[in-house]
């Protein structure tokens, strides 16, 4: 009895996760680009949902994002802003463990993020992804799923502890959400802080 052989580099429709699809053939861009890719999706989903509008700097010195908010009950200003710096990985599994979870910036960059006092507050908003592509969305008639999440976070004043790069902690409690980011700009509009 003979099978049919896949075509070269080509998965089974059940390791796709697609029962009765073949595996699509992707494109060849790399990985990382891919991944900062889709992360700018999520922030435009979120964005969308809590009405805000988003700007990009050009070019970013290192900041990717500009996220503005309009709301009548801002005491600072009638809109106010947060500059969105996005950061991915595929290097944990979903939900990570405990309170909080790793992750290491290059300290130049760290710098940038902890400055204090500042004129417009900076977050930093990590994604997890699945490590295989096929996984990072499913598409059905009633949603559309991006994987797995992002978490935010305020570095304001951390210090900077390694030679070249330093280890930050991100709250599994803060997961970057529309109604994360409304509550954010509700406290940045009252003079506050992310």
Known sequence: MAFPRPEPGALSAAATGHPGRPAPVRGALAT??????LHIGYLHAVAAAAGC????????????WHVSHSAPGHTADDEVTIKVQLKSTYQLGPHPP?????????????????RTPVSVHKIL??????????????????SLR??????????????ITGRHRTTVRIPTTRVFDDRALCEIMTRVGAGGRP
Do not use: S
């Open 53 to 64: 509008t988003l700007a990009q700097p050009f070019p970013d010195h290192g900041i990717d």
């Open 146 to 159: 991006l994987r797995h999440c992002c978490y935010w976070t305020n570095l304001a004043g951390h210090p």
């Open 98 to 114: 405990g309170p909080t979870f790793a992750f290491t910036l290059d300290n130049d960059h760290l710098a940038k993020l902890a």
């Open 32 to 37: 990382t680009a891919c991944m900062e890719t």
């Open 125 to 142: 908003v990590v994604m997890i992804v699945p490590r295989a592509r096929d996984d990072w969305l499913h598409a059905g008639h009633d």
